[in-house]
């Protein structure tokens, strides 16, 4: 598990709405790494580069934590997401407290 960061538009569901990005953090756990290779095209002026992606399964928070308990609590995992390795921001664990898991922080 571990926690990561994305820049959420916060009017992304208006049509015609001037997007506004707002940092929000997320927790997930990673399934695997992508490394995709873009190979060079000197016709189209393009040069080699590689991309390196986490693909993640989302936690839906069920509990979010309070201000005296640092500890988020979830029962199912959401989405699959692809997301920059940069954007991790740190490793945390879980623990299975009765019918559901809590995020150690």
């Known amino acids: 598990m571990f ?3 994305l820049a959420i538009d916060q009017y992304g569901c208006q049509q015609n709405q001037t997007p506004e990005f ?3 953090y997320f ?3 990673i399934l695997c ?3 995709i290779n873009i190979p060079p095209s000197p016709e189209h ?3 080699a580069e590689s ?3 986490a693909a ?3 936690v839906r928070i069920s509990e979010p934590a309070t201000d005296h308990c640092r500890i988020n609590y979830y029962q199912h995992l959401g989405p699959m997401v692809l997301v920059d390795p940069n954007q991790v921001k740190c490793v ?3 623990i299975r407290d009765h019918n559901k898991w809590a995020i150690i922080d």
């Open 3 to 5: 926690q990561y960061q």
């Open 27 to 29: 927790f997930g756990q």
């Open 51 to 53: 991309f390196i992606y």
């Open 56 to 58: 993640i399964h989302e």
């Open 92 to 94: 945390v664990r879980h």
């Open 45 to 47: 002026s393009i040069e």
């Open 22 to 24: 707002e940092l929000q």
């Open 33 to 35: 790494f992508l490394i």
